[in-house]
DNA sequence: ACAAAAGTGTTTTGTCTACACCCATGC
DNA sequence: GCATGGGTGTAGACAAAACACTTTTGT
């Protein structure tokens, strides 16, 4: 244990340095389809290989600050700086992996953020990425042990299924399935959002009564919109002054119980 | 920052490598009170100032293996390798914090570790630790602004709230309280966690009916426990093959709601 | 006998679900 | 007029809070 200490506040030679990337899972509503942003891989390791967009944390930026850049390197679309409850976009923390076995050039962490967006298109592509696109989770997951090269590099598969489960999980007690619509939005619109995170059906009159029910969440325009067919609704915004990513609905809007492991015997 | 690394796909330069340090809420129920265990510092910086456990990575261990070594450096006692499901402690992770101005040596990035075990004494302290002991969640939050010294050191006090709410919302919707509680152990006792992590008081019977009622959580041994005045309470366990992390309890235990910022005017 | 705590039954109250029904628009 | 989707009312199923009551121990 060779120590070294000539200032006396500094850190201990035995620590390790890690080299640490953001990888940032992106979640949109797309055709009534929970969709999530991936690249494809321009350098080694997993050159070709679709990835969740991410890269190395750079010195004197923070966390958010690199997820925001990587974001906007690789796919031309700009996060503003500290999005949660800025605008119509919700950034928050996922977990952190690593740095053992999870990349071929050695030790890397990485600290997974989950993005919640509307849908919008992808201008270009750029930095370390040759194409950004969207791609319907469920293209994705459940053939993580395929052939078929659609699964991930790195362990991105897993930590998407993580940020999948953690939307799935915070729209039920939270108002972040807003983050999924533009700023003005119908009920119908803030239905198709559940119905397609929780890959579901929703009886359409029980979900208006609970939406607008439910005190701090939604707030009405006045106004009307959709020029689809049937009676126009009515437009709404997210209740003023709440904080989308602190707020608790209550009641809570639970997704439907699912059968459970039942087992599909004889 | 010497690089050697001529091998085609290596980190590039341009990324920082950090020290990390895992920091460690350990949280119990002692008479009756959630407490957090807290070591007092005998190195710069914040030298004698109380902290929570913790320090920092070493290269070839994991996270979850960095944050046991520093519990058992500091504290003297063991939680077991992959502690999740194994044994009545629970481990996860709780989130990442820095790696800017949190540390005045500089960028540390620091990721938090969430512990929950049963009441246990201190055999003795060692490593960069004075000494290691519980402290009533109540005596230090809340007082972060204060200036008698009871404040943690670096961001600990932001960390320790974050623990301590990821502890309440979990026992909601997991078998988790029962890492609180000894193998094996009575209704009452279990009610005393929740109303100890909630800080409420629960009824006695609707909480029983509630916690035998729940399917995979809890198991009557047969046996009976307790040598207090009273009958005598049957002992039970956690149900068997139930991985209390992951197992999700329906209908979930609901805190009571809380009367809400009503203001107590006339 | 009394107190104290464990455990069960019952009533009341609210919430969720399912669905009947009306409203407003495009065609 | 009729189809389509938006929004409201209502009855039954279900779960939760409140509390009376019995059981089983220590003193």
Redesign the interface.
């Known amino acids: 244990m060779a120590r070294t200490t000539p200032a006396?506040?500094?850190?201990?030679d035995?620590?390790?340095?890690?080299?640490?990337?953001v990888d940032v899972v992106a979640l949109t509503v797309r055709d009534g389809v929970l969709q999530a942003l991936v690249v494809d891989r321009l350098l080694?390791?997993y050159r070709g290989r679709a990835a969740l967009p991410g890269g190395?944390?750079?010195?004197?930026?923070?966390?958010e600050q690199a997820a925001g850049r990587e974001l906007e390197e690789e796919t031309r679309l700009t996060v503003p700086a500290g999005a949660t409850g800025t605008g119509p976009w919700h950034l928050e923390?996922l977990?952190?992996y690593?740095?053992?076995g999870r990349d071929?050039?050695?030790?890397?962490?990485s600290?997974a953020y989950l993005l919640l967006a509307p849908a919008f298109g992808l201008p270009a592509a750029g930095g370390d990425a040759a194409e950004a696109r969207w791609v319907p989770v469920g293209e994705l997951r459940g053939r993580s042990g395929g052939a078929r090269g659609a699964s991930l590099a790195f362990d991105h598969d897993g930590i998407l299924a993580d940020g999948v489960e953690r939307a799935r999980a915070k729209i039920e007690y939270s108002p972040l399935a807003a983050a999924f619509c533009p700023p003005e939005f119908t009920v119908a619109e803030l239905r198709g959002v559940y119905e397609a995170v929780w890959g579901t059906q929703l009886d359409a009159r029980n979900f208006h009564r609970k939406a607008t029910g439910t005190p701090g969440f939604l707030e009405p325009t006045g106004r009307l919109g959709g020029g689809g067919p049937g009676r126009p609704a009515e437009l709404f915004r997210l209740a003023p002054g709440v904080d989308p990513s602190a707020a608790v609905l209550?009641p809570p809007l639970l997704r439907p119980?699912s059968p459970g492991p039942a087992a599909p015997s004889a």
């Open positions: 006396p506040s500094a850190v201990p035995s620590a390790g340095a890690f080299p640490v990337t080694e390791p190395f944390v750079l010195p004197g930026e923070t966390l923390q977990r952190t690593g740095p053992l071929p050039r050695g030790p890397v962490l600290v209550h119980v």
